[in-house]
């Protein structure tokens, strides 16, 4: 059965500081994902990761997988208020449907 | 470019009433799939359809029905409903099950039973 765990549940951090997010999960997966979440709105893909090692960046974020320990982060960098939001990580396998099986997410507030 | 459409937006029910929510992938994708997110929780899978078939099934109660249609649209039927029903409910949609291709999230329906 797919797992998955992300820590920590509620970060709050003061702009222009970094911080990591981390993923953990149970088994095997194809694919691990991470998503954005704003109150009350839909969810907003950021990344998708494939493989042992793959680090993809979009702006002040960077995700990163590592298959073996079974473990993704997502790194802030210099955080702005513009991204308080929730952040989900999820993971899928084929033979079980490709449903996402999400984290718990993790709250995020920076403050200005 | 052109997103996953759900309607209603938003939906106001009474217990014991049904609902019907309706799902609308993007072009050209043919799995769509149905979460459930309940305040403060990460979204739980439902339902999948691939090609118009059931493909996954979840922690669907049995109370709810789903089904995919020749056009690809999906619907989630929703009888008796319970306080606990009020969440939000997302389609997601990607083509082709068993690739690389990300699912994509509709931007869900409100629902609030009273």
């Known amino acids: 059965e797919l797992k998955v765990e992300q820590n920590p549940l509620f970060l709050s951090m003061q702009e222009g500081k970094n911080y990591t997010i981390y993923c953990n999960y149970s088994?095997?997966?194809?694919?691990l994902y991470w998503y954005r979440q704003d109150p009350g709105k839909s969810l907003e893909s950021l990344f998708v990761?494939?493989?042992?090692?793959a680090v993809k960046q979009e702006g002040r974020l960077m995700a990163s997988l590592d298959t073996k320990a079974r473990l993704s982060t997502l790194h802030i960098t210099a955080a702005v208020h513009d991204l308080s939001a929730t952040y989900f990580c999820?993971?899928?396998?084929?033979?079980?449907?490709?449903?996402?099986?999400f984290g718990a997410g993790t709250i995020l507030r920076v403050k200005s | 470019a052109a997103g996953v459409i759900q309607s209603p937006r938003h939906l106001i029910k009474e217990k014991r009433e049904t609902a019907t929510l309706k799902c609308y992938p993007i072009p050209r994708h043919d799995t769509v799939y149905w979460y459930q997110q309940g305040p403060g929780q990460d979204p739980q899978f439902l339902i999948s359809?691939?090609?118009?078939?059931?493909?996954d099934k979840g922690s669907i109660p049995d109370r709810f029905s789903a089904q995919q249609f020749s056009d690809y649209h999906s619907e989630l039927n929703m009888s008796s409903l319970e306080l606990g029903d009020s969440a939000l409910y997302f389609c997601?949609?990607?083509?082709?099950?068993?690739?690389?291709?990300?699912?994509?999230f509709g931007p869900g329906t409100r629902l609030t039973v009273l």
């Open positions: 999820a993971v899928d396998r084929m033979e079980y449907g490709n449903k996402l099986v």
């Open positions: 997601a949609s990607s083509s082709e099950q068993g690739t690389t291709d990300t699912q994509y």
């Open positions: 990761l494939l493989s042992n090692g």
């Open positions: 359809f691939y090609e118009k078939m059931q493909s």
């Open positions: 088994t095997t997966s194809d694919r």
